[in-house]
């Protein structure tokens, strides 16, 4: 069943990473000008397009068919997710249901404003372009008058982008994800399309090649391919038993059901994402050459985790090693561990990093590695500012001594739960004894597993003392060292 009821809006950004360029340097709004990732253009203006120039088009082709072109670097993609998230908050602030797609590219669920505004003033008018029919015949669902007032809300948030963010964009307008994302792209750039459901059949004839189906992939395009569907109505006028030889059941439905437009899939709102990584392209054939290249993708890498602002359980690389048979592609390989390391310590990131490297890498042959990636996949949350041991202990008024010692004032001691359960258990009683040299008064307030802690660091601090008594060893960072500190 295709479900009219709702309002999606899809939002694609124009010339995404240029326009990010222009707002930070105006002049090159008049210029044509491209985005250079190594060898190609990954994007232009519009100005640029004007002569010719497409999407990942070699640097040298670009410039032959606009020697003016102006190439600005684009490999640093900080300032473009910078933007992104922009516009994401911006588009949250008009409904909770945003989902985005990609960097520049967000749908937006509309239907509850939607509703409210038609309340408020029943007559809602066509902003911008619809596709096909614009006097086709009205659904009795009221699909149309929902989806004349999603245009004037899709405008709306444009202006709003524009204002806030100097950014222009495309919206497309319609009753599922789907139809909304391939009617945006029917008038470009800075402009946005309705679709009435009764043309949906019509706009996915339109697209004649199921390849440009959104959702369809290339992978499941050459399985279509093997059974001689190409076009978009080939797939409408196939049967499901054929499809069902080579697709299972739901996948095979899903495919005919994308042909003709039929989209029930929620707008999900997107949460924090389940991984933050960067990789490279690179020619590394030497250990020193992996390691400056793990140091200048964890620099990056750690701005964004910072940013994020949770705390990273899992590291991942990824290498793809030079292959004879496919230089410019071949297969990536990935090896993964669990990680408990403060953020400032970059070199025990980097020694795990090639710790993993020489698990897909032979350590005693040679090696040619052409893209080097790192990544964090899982993430634990910060611990609230309220359950941290430096408030608690900053509640005691020693707020001075967390205020000067950075490497204290951002990480949580880790409690050897466990450990301290065994530890205790002859010694159940609430009745810790506070280790000389340790506030008595501080140490009454601290929970029973912290005072244990504290206790066990002081035994083991004075065997060791005892043991090397004239000995200048730093002291390790432990709780009592820690309160002994902060005493002194
Ligand atoms: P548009 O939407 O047609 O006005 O132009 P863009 O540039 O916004 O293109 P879009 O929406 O397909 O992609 C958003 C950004 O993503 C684009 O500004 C640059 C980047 N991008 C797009 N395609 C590629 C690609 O194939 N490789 C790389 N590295 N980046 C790409
Ligand atoms: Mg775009």
């Given at each position: 069943m295709d479900d009219h009821s709702r309002v999606i809006i899809h939002f694609d950004i124009d010339c995404f990473y240029a326009q990010v360029e222009m707002v930070?340097?105006?002049?090159?709004?008049?210029?044509?000008?491209?985005?250079q990732q190594k060898t190609v253009v990954v994007?232009?203006?519009?100005?640029?397009?004007?002569?010719?120039?497409?999407?990942?088009?070699?640097?040298?082709?670009?410039?032959?068919?606009?020697?003016?072109?102006?190439?600005?670097?684009?490999?640093?993609?900080?300032?473009?997710?910078?933007?992104?998230?922009?516009?994401?908050?911006?588009?949250?602030?008009?409904?909770?249901?945003?989902?985005?797609?990609g960097m520049d590219e967000n749908f937006v669920d509309v239907t509850e404003l939607v509703k409210e505004r038609l309340q408020q003033a029943q007559k809602a008018d066509l902003v911008g372009f619809v596709f096909g029919d614009v006097n086709s015949t009205e659904c009795v669902c009221g699909c149309q008058e929902r989806l004349l007032k999603g245009s004037e809300?899709?405008?709306?948030i444009r202006d709003k982008v524009y204002t806030n963010l100097g950014l222009t964009t495309c919206a497309g307008i319609a009753h599922n994800k789907i139809l909304a994302k391939i009617v945006g792209s029917e008038n470009k750039p800075n402009k946005q399309t309705v679709l009435f459901p009764n043309d949906a059949l019509?706009?996915?004839?339109?697209?004649?090649?199921?390849?440009?189906?959104?959702?369809?992939?290339?992978?499941?395009?050459?399985?279509?391919?093997?059974?001689?569907?190409?076009?978009?109505?080939?797939?409408?006028?196939?049967?499901?038993?054929?499809?069902?030889?080579?697709?299972d059941r739901d996948k095979a439905k899903n495919l005919k059901d994308l042909s003709f437009g039929i989209d029930n899939?929620?707008?999900?709102?997107?949460?924090?994402?389940?991984?933050?990584?960067?990789?490279d392209a690179c020619k590394l054939t030497e250990e020193k050459a992996v390691q400056t290249k793990f140091h200048e993708l964890l620099k990056r890498l750690l701005i964004l985790v910072k940013e994020d602002g949770r705390i990273p359980k899992v590291i991942r690389i990824t290498v793809r090693k030079f292959n004879p048979l496919h230089p410019?592609?071949?297969?990536?390989?990935?090896?993964?561990?669990?990680?408990?390391?403060?953020?400032?310590?970059?070199?025990?990131?980097i020694q795990t990093a090639m710790n993993l490297f020489w698990k897909i890498i032979n350590r005693?042959?040679?090696?040619?590695?052409?893209?080097?990636?790192?990544?964090?996949?899982?993430?634990?949350?910060?611990?609230?500012?309220?359950?941290?041991?430096?408030?608690?202990?900053?509640?005691?008024?020693?707020?001075?001594?967390?205020?000067?010692?950075?490497?204290?004032?951002n990480q949580e001691p880790v409690l050897k739960r466990g450990k301290f359960l065994q530890d205790n258990v002859e010694n159940s009683e609430n009745a810790i004894e506070c280790p000389p040299g340790v506030d008595k008064t501080v140490f009454?307030?601290?929970?029973?597993?912290?005072?244990?802690?504290?206790?066990?660091?002081?035994?083991?601090?004075?065997?060791?003392?005892?043991?090397?008594?004239?000995?200048?060893?730093?002291?390790?960072?432990?709780?009592?060292?820690?309160?002994?500190?902060?005493?002194?």
């Open positions: 930070k340097n105006p002049k090159l709004r008049s210029v044509p000008l491209g985005i994007t232009s203006n519009y100005l640029a397009r004007e002569y010719g120039i497409k999407k990942c088009m070699r640097i040298s082709e670009a410039k032959e068919l606009c020697p003016n072109l102006v190439l600005v670097k684009g490999e640093d993609l900080y300032d473009y997710r910078q933007t992104s998230n922009k516009v994401f908050e911006l588009l949250q602030s008009y409904s909770p249901f945003v989902e985005k797609l809300i899709a405008q709306e019509e706009l996915m004839l339109s697209l004649r090649s199921v390849r440009r189906i959104p959702w369809i992939g290339n992978a499941a395009a050459d399985v279509l391919e093997r059974i001689s569907i190409t076009t978009v109505e080939e797939l409408h006028n196939c049967d499901l038993e054929q499809l069902g030889r080579v697709f899939t929620p707008v999900k709102t997107t949460g924090k994402p389940l991984s933050i990584g960067l990789e410019m592609g071949g297969l990536r390989e990935t090896r993964q561990c669990h990680i408990n390391i403060p953020l400032t310590n970059e070199e025990k990131f005693n042959g040679s090696f040619k590695v052409t893209v080097l990636g790192l990544s964090f996949t899982k993430f634990a949350d910060k611990p609230s500012e309220k359950n941290t041991l430096n408030t608690f202990l900053m509640k005691t008024s020693q707020k001075e001594y967390f205020e000067s010692d950075a490497s204290c004032s009454k307030e601290l929970p029973l597993e912290v005072q244990q802690e504290i206790w066990s660091d002081y035994t083991r601090n004075k065997q060791l003392m005892d043991k090397n008594s004239k000995s200048k060893l730093s002291k390790p960072n432990t709780l009592f060292n820690f309160l002994q500190r902060q005493k002194h």
